[in-house]
């Protein structure tokens, strides 16, 4: 007879996406031959028709077709797209690209990064396995093993039974990590609640702006003139901003949520589209001249590297206020509504260095500190920041001073530590597994030997300046079990990971407490 503790220790936690998945019927899987490989990005298996674009993804979705999304690359503007494919394959992007992220959010199949497609968006046409796929063909992706296949292969439901709960239960009595999600729609924090999450360690705020009836107002920020034009905008953000918030904290019931403050470059936000472009210069009283050059303007030649996270409240402190009011009225109105007591956690990205975070605090505190004092209500806040630059890891002993708590953005530390683009690297990292230069895509498996160096010198250093405060991990690898037992390891609080990877957390959580029981 095993004991509950052996049980927990015995089982893998790979095995768990396959409970929580769609697979493909085993029988017909045997004898189908993959017509092409690439990135296993997000677990699961879908069969539907190809469809070249977002929005013909919605129509065909509507006529109840099931489709799979094949694209370049997606960008925010495609999620809803997304949302209604089965699956999504695209030709370009690791395993924390957009498209990568965002399906495993959504518990979707994806395969990524298959550079064997030779695509062409425009005439809706790729080539793959010496054939030429046009829109309305079948395919079967395998998000698991990243197969692409011709033809429909039957799916099977993902079924839970009443031992994974019993399982559940167990690891949770052993494992010391907490486990959070990264979630920014109340379905998905809904679902990582149901599957055991005790709160949001990452809502990225930037997803809820490309909802349709938002992307005109931000749109019309980014092409202000002055302060009062962009606040003017803004202030059309803020109710629906505030709107979101009020869902996930209630979604969320009385969990802890952080909320991290507007992060990529502003020209993912500008339109592409002709007709979009002409729309934004008559509400702008622009030209369309005017307009373009504006966005021209934006064009960065490495914009990773660019004008995103902080960098953007530092030059429009403006939006760091919107956000902060939306966030702190939302927690004011939830915890009235359901009787608990929310203390809201405001997270600012891309910090590298201590002055640039306190600026933007003292925006956040000076703002927050206001709408507490006009609702005349008692309310504790706490804002911390992302360690994803080197530089703010190596500097962690003055980065404490002024943040609350340290949430360790492993995609960007990962891809800043290595120096190489978390979405083109997958372009020649299979040439460094070939030659046993690499094991494993640093961007799924922890690199324990750099980036944990430095994850662990500055939870050293943050241990010896402020004890008291809470540590955690928010990119990918926060679901990966041996980036797990790496955090559990180093001391750290929490990890976070997307919904459908939760279970996998608290097993893999478990597991390291276990095996590293003094
Ligand atoms: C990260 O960089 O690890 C992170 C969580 O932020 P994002 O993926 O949104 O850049
Ligand atoms: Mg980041």
């Given at each position: 007879m095993r004991t509950e503790k052996e049980a927990v220790a015995m089982i893998d936690p790979r095995n768990l996406d396959t409970l929580l998945h769609p697979g493909f019927d085993p029988k017909a899987l045997k004898e189908a031959e993959p017509v092409g490989r690439a990135l296993g990005a997000s677990p699961g298996a879908a069969c539907g028709k190809i469809v070249f674009s977002a929005e013909d993804a919605e129509e065909w979705a509507k006529r109840k077709e099931k489709v799979i999304l094949v694209r370049l690359e997606?960008?925010?503007?495609?999620?809803?797209?997304?949302?209604?494919?089965?699956?999504?394959?695209?030709?370009?992007?690791?395993?924390?690209?957009?498209?990568?992220?965002?399906?495993?959010?959504?518990?979707?199949?994806?395969?990524?990064?298959?550079?064997?497609?030779?695509?062409?968006?425009?005439?809706?046409?790729?080539?793959?396995?010496?054939?030429?796929?046009?829109?309305?063909?079948?395919?079967?992706?395998?998000?698991?093993?990243?197969?692409?296949?011709?033809?429909?292969?039957?799916?099977?439901?993902?079924?839970?039974?009443?031992?994974?709960?019993?399982?559940?239960?167990?690891?949770?009595?052993?494992?010391?990590l907490k486990v959070r999600t990264n979630a920014d729609t109340p379905t998905d924090a809904a679902k990582a609640k149901e599957l055991g999450a005790e709160g949001i360690w990452l809502c990225r705020t930037e997803h809820?702006?490309?909802?349709?009836?938002?992307?005109?107002?931000?749109?019309?920020?980014?092409?202000?003139?002055?302060?009062?034009?962009?606040?003017?905008?803004?202030?059309?953000?803020?109710?629906?901003?505030?709107?979101d918030f009020e869902k996930l904290y209630?979604?969320?019931?009385?969990?802890?949520?952080?909320?991290?403050?507007?992060?990529?470059?502003?020209?993912?936000?500008?339109?592409?589209?002709?007709?979009?472009?002409?729309?934004?210069?008559?509400?702008?009283?622009?030209?369309?001249?005017?307009?373009?050059?504006?966005?021209?303007?934006?064009?960065?030649?490495?914009?990773?590297?660019?004008?995103?996270?902080?960098?953007?409240?530092?030059?429009?402190?403006?939006?760091?206020?919107?956000?902060?009011?939306?966030?702190?009225?939302a927690a004011i109105a939830v915890s009235k509504k359901i009787g608990k007591n929310i203390e809201p956690e405001i997270m600012i990205p891309l910090v590298g260095e201590v002055k640039e975070l306190k600026y933007v605090k003292d925006v956040v505190c000076a703002t927050a500190d206001e709408v507490i004092a006009e609702a005349g209500v008692e309310m504790k806040y706490h804002v911390g920041t992302m360690i994803e630059i080197p530089r703010a890891a190596l500097t962690a002993d003055e980065i404490a001073k002024e943040a609350e708590f340290f949430s360790f953005g492993t995609n960007d530390l990962t891809q800043m530590t290595f120096g190489f683009s978390r979405d083109d690297a997958g372009k020649f990292l299979s040439a460094y597994y070939d030659k046993k230069i690499y094991e494993n895509d640093p961007f799924q498996k922890l690199d324990q030997v750099g980036v944990g160096k430095l994850i662990k010198m500055a939870a050293e250093m943050w241990r010896a300046t402020r004890?008291?405060?809470?540590?955690?991990?928010?990119?990918?690898?926060?679901?990966?079990?041996?980036?797990?037992?790496?955090?559990?390891?180093?001391?750290l609080d929490y990890v976070s990971c997307s919904p459908y990877r939760v279970p996998v957390a608290r097993l893999a959580a478990a597991q390291a407490a276990i095996k590293n029981e003094k």
């Open positions: 997606t960008s925010p503007e495609d999620i809803v797209g997304m949302k209604a494919s089965q699956g999504i394959l695209t030709g370009r992007g690791g395993r924390t690209s957009h498209a990568a992220v965002v399906a495993r959010g959504m518990g979707k199949c994806c395969v990524s990064g298959c550079t064997e497609m030779v695509m062409d968006e425009e005439n809706k046409t790729f080539k793959l396995g010496g054939k030429e796929y046009h829109e309305g063909d079948i395919i079967s992706i395998d998000g698991t093993t990243g197969n692409i296949y011709d033809g429909a292969i039957p799916t099977v439901e993902a079924s839970v039974s009443g031992d994974f709960g019993r399982i559940m239960a167990w690891a949770d009595k052993y494992r010391k809820m702006f490309f909802e349709p009836d938002r992307i005109g107002a931000i749109r019309e920020m980014i092409c202000s003139d002055t302060v009062e034009e962009r606040e003017a905008a803004l202030n059309k953000l803020e109710p629906m901003q505030q709107g209630e979604a969320m019931d009385g969990y802890n949520v952080t909320i991290r403050f507007l992060d990529p470059p502003l020209h993912e936000f500008v339109p592409t589209e002709e007709k979009d472009i002409e729309e934004l210069a008559k509400t702008k009283g622009k030209s369309v001249e005017e307009i373009k050059a504006i966005i021209s303007s934006l064009h960065e030649f490495n914009p990773m590297m660019g004008h995103r996270g902080c960098r953007l409240a530092v030059t429009y402190p403006e939006i760091a206020k919107m956000q902060t009011r939306a966030v702190i009225k004890p008291d405060i809470h540590l955690g991990i928010c990119g990918e690898h926060g679901g990966d079990p041996t980036t797990i037992e790496f955090c559990h390891k180093v001391g």
